[in-house]
């Protein structure tokens, strides 16, 4: 549209004339594709920005003032869309953070579910080739949480008696394990086998 002024272009445009807008378009691709760019530091993001833009342009044509350039009106809408761009990817990553997280978390809340079910069957397993005073002075140590003393108390033993017992029957375990050297280190893992 060699001849027209910035003015008679946007009349030109407002009355739906297509070789108005492609003016406007060549004038103004590149130098809002690198406005766009610098902000979005992606090409394929950017050169979307620029043509919603000019879409927009095309769009509300008739709302436009051809008393004031077009360049200022064209920035407004590409930082705009821009920054609405920006939001979206932060947001959209945020989400997808917060899903991988909340999926490695239940990931491995079920492996150690998985694992700690396989390893007290396994100990259960080898608990049965203890004495039964081993047995439930492991189990109330293990299991129970409770220290020598209240295991003492609680079976009307001496506090040397329980540890006693203890240091045996988890000797007796570990040699079990060590013929299973996984089942080994993941009780070990677990603290079932802590001294």
């Known amino acids: 549209m060699l001849g027209l002024t910035e003015r008679e272009t946007i009349i030109a445009l407002k009355a739906g004339e297509e070789p108005a807008f492609r003016h406007i378009f060549d004038l103004n691709f590149k130098k809002l594709y690198t406005f766009c760019f610098r902000l979005l530091k992606n090409k394929e993001q950017a050169e979307e920005v620029v043509n919603d833009t000019l879409l927009n342009i095309w769009v509300n044509r008739d709302r436009l003032n051809e008393d ?61 080739h203890l004495p039964p005073q081993q047995q439930v002075i492991f189990r109330l140590s293990r299991y129970e949480g409770l220290n020598y003393d209240e295991i003492a108390a609680k079976l009307n033993l001496s506090r040397n008696t329980v540890k006693n017992h ?24 677990v603290g079932l086998l802590k001294r």
Do not use: C
């Not at 590409?78 to 945020?94: D, E, H, Y």
């Open 68 to 128: 004031f350039p077009i360049a200022p009106y064209l920035y407004t809408i590409s930082r705009r869309l821009s920054l609405n761009a920006l939001r979206k990817i932060a947001n959209s990553q945020k989400a997808l953070d917060q899903l991988w997280l909340n999926m490695e978390k239940i990931s491995n809340e079920t492996e150690e579910a998985v694992l700690l079910g396989d390893l007290q069957r396994f100990t259960e397993a080898a608990l049965i």
């Open 166 to 189: 203890l240091v045996a029957a988890l000797k007796t375990l570990k040699t079990h394990f060590n013929q299973s050297d996984v089942a080994y280190f993941m009780l070990m893992a």
